[in-house]
């Protein structure tokens, strides 16, 4: 049941109005308050167990809030000589009649008659939906992300009673996706300025609806846009659903663990999957490189400098067979003309090829082909020759994948399977060096 929360004149300088969320993991509750806490015109009061750790110090601050005098750690919410909305914010699950009745039994025991109001908010998500996205997340405050998520939430889905204004809310407002959540939130901060200025405290709980899709459109949009589909130009790259680069290719403070070097262009880690005994990668930060193809002429000093920074890495492996490779120079450093990773980078690879991680025919002719596998100084020979961007078919570039047989790349031999290729070429390589 929805109902109006109607208009009303407030007698007080400050009307509390409390927004008990309720929702499973991952519906958008934490994203909706970040919404709010983010508007520098609004008074909020997070409650939020994952942040404050248990019940009772939820409690605490609930309480708290519901006072004109004091917030949270006992500090004064605002200027009381200003007429102001304290939007007190129930980030929880509440799943049940009896979860939620804890905050409704404080707001009847708050003395005084501070609160103005009191909405539950239902996240109207399907399930899987939810629980997706909780696994999608990267940082959450509470730690539930990843594959755990998915029986977690589920199991939720399962407790997960509706609100109704017959459990003492003067309203339940509903939402059935992002776009009326983030609408309502911006109508609570017109709300607010409508207080400050006329002491009216009304809020509209149908405006969000207005001309917006709810989450089944949307999760049935996504699935039609999730068939292949075929890039607009064969000299466009296509990538695959990893983005575990992103967070510190957009932010430079942020340093992975296992970070070999770093700074404000690039990045150094060992290869998780290496295919020699040697093979690191440079990762660019700039966030429009996604693959070669977007290199362009006003990049060599990024090429040089990513060159100079792998250099250095090598030079702090130690080991008696790494030693002899970087003497011998026996590696090579470019990219892949095809990545299957998105953002720019350059591996740099031993010409051994000596891992249990090549596995594959694709492995190996990504490394050995030397139109495939394209040489950084190749390319910065390239670009000082003046060419405007580099210039291939992306689709002839994979063809060679699939069709070039086994090449052994110093004898130039064929051989039918890759573990005949690794003994054959142990042997090449080995007279070579």
């Not at 957009?250 to 340093?255: E, G, W």
């Amino acid at each position: 049941m929805e109902t109006s929360a109607g208009a009303e004149k407030h007698k007080g300088e400050t009307a509390v109005v409390v927004l008990v969320l309720v929702g499973l993991q991952g519906s958008g509750k934490t994203t909706f308050r970040s919404r709010l806490e983010q508007c520098n015109s609004l008074e909020v009061v997070g409650v939020c167990q994952d942040v404050l750790g248990t019940r009772e110090k939820c409690l605490c601050v609930f309480r708290r809030a519901l006072s004109d005098r004091e917030g949270p750690e006992g500090k004064a919410l605002g200027n009381a000589s200003e007429r102001k909305i304290r939007f007190v914010v129930v980030d929880r699950t509440n799943l049940s009649k009896e979860q939620r009745r804890i905050w409704t039994d404080e707001i009847k025991r708050a003395q005084g008659g501070t609160v103005g109001k009191s909405l539950a908010l239902f996240w109207d998500m399907p399930a899987k939906f939810c629980a997706k996205r909780a696994a999608d997340r990267k940082t959450h405050e509470g730690g539930l992300q990843g594959r755990g998520a998915y029986p977690v939430v589920h199991q939720s889905s399962k407790g997960l009673q509706r609100p109704d204004v017959e459990e003492d809310f003067d309203s339940v407002v509903t939402f059935t996706c992002d776009e009326h959540a983030f609408a309502f939130a911006d109508h609570l901060i017109a709300v607010n300025k409508e207080f400050k200025d006329t002491g009216i405290l009304h809020i509209d709980t149908k405006v969000h609806r207005k001309g917006r899709r709810d989450a089944f459109q949307i999760l049935m949009s996504q699935r039609k846009k999730s068939k292949k589909t075929l890039p607009s130009s064969s000299n466009e790259h296509t990538f695959g659903r990893f983005r575990g680069w992103d967070t510190f290719v957009k932010y430079t403070s942020s340093v992975p663990q296992e970070a070999l070097f770093s700074d404000e262009k690039c990045i150094v880690i060992s290869d998780k999957f290496p295919k020699a005994k040697i093979h690191i990668l440079a990762i660019a930060r700039c966030g429009s490189l996604q693959g070669p193809l977007n290199l362009r002429p006003r990049h060599i000093g990024l090429l040089r400098h990513m060159k100079d920074v792998s250099y250095r890495v090598l030079s702090t492996l130690t080991d008696a067979t790494i030693e002899q490779i970087k003497q011998q120079q026996m590696y090579q450093m470019g990219f892949h003309s095809s990545p299957s990773l998105s953002q720019l980078h350059m591996h740099v690879i031993s010409k051994d090829f000596d891992s249990e991680c090549l596995k594959t025919k694709k492995h190996w002719t990504s490394f050995t082909n030397p139109q495939f596998f394209l040489n950084v100084d190749d390319v910065l020979a390239q670009f000082e020759r003046g060419i405007p961007a580099l210039d291939y078919n992306v689709e002839e570039k994979n063809a060679l994948l699939r069709n070039t047989p086994l090449t052994c790349p110093v004898c130039q031999c064929h051989l039918r399977t890759l573990p005949e290729m690794k003994v054959h070429y142990r042997q090449c390589f080995t007279r070579g060096s």
